[in-house]
């Protein structure tokens, strides 16, 4: 195998062409926005990650890669696409879809078509092999066709691309074998071989079980605000238990995987799924929770103002795809009872449809700081320098990431014990 054609150069594309590339392979990366190919074939970058901006200038000043908006022919073809949501929960598999029909005319007897978009069970299967099969060509037999799905934390994406397990599972055992062997040039993890369909599932079910394992801790944080009990102290002590481990609460749950993963499942198997579905639904009413709690402290001023902090759905990264912190910013933005100021060092002006403040300008006369996202800027805040721009030092901190400040009040959100309203 010389050459690969990455087709989706997002989050897992772009780190997935530069990592084979690196490895020697030439790689050519598809994408339809023709922004994100003039920014590669210049040796620039359109998303945040750790270490790919010096890594895609490597190999695309030595020639290993290079960006195009429509397929070439190759040796194996790895299709990196998203996988959004209808209104109706379900999965859109359009991008795959399209994705797919868009290699045909490069297909050749013998290559590898991989898909690492996340699918729903049976995909590969009942959708992409009827497609090459359209086109004239065996799926069980001319080709090698696997899914492989991706399993990268951001922040962490070009270590974890190498050095984690992946899963392998091909429409053949033949296709498995084949495929993994694309991985195995450059994972330094194992490389397991299962058929599609396992490894759709499995995909789904490990952030399925951290989907319901956040769901535990936001019930408890629910259940604990009305006890009165500290939340974050039960987790830590419950986590002392060898075989226990709750997750964090938070805001809720978003990004591309953790948000949407459930309903694949959930849509296959309705009945079956009572307890997916009662997860998702939990975690989906973190954001108007910590809205209700914003209402609590400040329901005695007139026309509050509040910074917001962090817009991503994790820490240190730039990506607000399905992020509850920015549902949470959208809804006070939009209410006229606030005055709002949004801040986050990760995210562009062009990544939200509302004004990005400074640091400064965000806390200047505020009445309370809300920290919606751990970025380590946030960790190493000057509580002086809050204390002294702020009307009313008061902080609630929704990740619990933030240390004590002497100068500030602050409230977590699994410790509602003690909340007061705020008095100007």
Request: proline content about 6%; overall charge negative.
């Amino acid at each position: 195998m010389k050459k690969i054609c990455v087709v989706g150069l997002g989050y897992i594309g772009l780190p997935t062409s530069a990592i084979f590339a690196k490895a020697g392979y030439e790689v050519v990366g598809v994408d339809v926005n023709p922004k994100v190919i003039e920014l590669l074939n210049k040796g620039e970058i359109h998303i945040e990650e750790v270490g790919l901006p010096e890594l895609v200038k490597e190999v695309v000043a030595n020639g290993k890669l290079r960006g195009a908006v429509s397929p070439e022919k190759a040796d194996a073809f790895i299709i990196a696409v998203p996988t959004p949501i209808h209104d109706d929960y379900t999965a859109n598999v359009d991008y795959v879809v399209n994705a797919t029909k868009a290699i045909l005319p490069y297909l050749e007897k013998g290559n590898v078509v991989i898909v690492e978009s996340t699918i729903p069970p049976r995909t590969m299967d009942d959708v992409v092999a009827p497609i090459i099969r359209e086109h004239g060509m065996d799926p069980y037999q001319d080709v090698y066709l696997a899914h492989c799905p991706e399993r990268v934390l951001p922040g962490r994406i070009l270590i974890e691309l190498i050095e984690n397990t992946r899963i392998v599972g091909g429409v053949t055992p033949e296709a498995s074998k084949q495929a993994g062997d694309v991985y195995r040039a450059v994972v330094t993890g194992d490389v397991i071989e299962t058929e599609a369909v396992t490894a759709e599932m499995s995909k789904l079910m490990e952030n399925t079980f951290r989907d319901v394992n956040i769901a535990l801790a936001n019930e408890l944080v629910k259940i604990s605000s009305k006890l009165g009990v500290n939340a974050h102290n039960v987790i830590e002590l419950a986590n002392k238990h060898p075989r226990v481990n709750i997750h964090q609460p938070g805001p809720g749950v978003g990004g591309h995987c953790l948000a949407v993963d459930p309903y694949f499942i959930i849509e296959k198997a309705v009945d079956e799924s009572p307890l997916i579905q009662t997860s998702r639904k939990i975690n989906n009413s973190m954001p108007d929770f910590v809205i209700s709690q914003v209402d609590r402290l400040t329901c005695e001023l007139g026309n509050p103002k509040v910074a917001v902090f962090g817009l991503t759905y994790k820490g240190n990264i730039d990506d607000v795809r399905e992020s509850p912190a920015l549902d949470i910013a959208k809804e006070l933005v939009g209410n006229s009872r606030y005055n709002v100021s949004v801040y986050d060092p990760h995210v562009r002006d062009e990544q939200v449809s509302f004004k990005l403040d400074t640091f400064e300008d965000a806390i200047d006369g505020a009445h309370l700081v809300l920290v919606l996202a751990d970025h380590n800027e946030f960790k190493q805040l000057d509580g002086e320098l809050l204390a002294k721009k702020m009307k009313t030092p008061v902080m609630f901190d929704t990740k619990n990431c933030v240390p004590e400040l002497s100068e500030l009040l602050i409230y977590r959100i699994g410790d509602l014990t003690n909340l007061k309203a705020i008095q100007e």
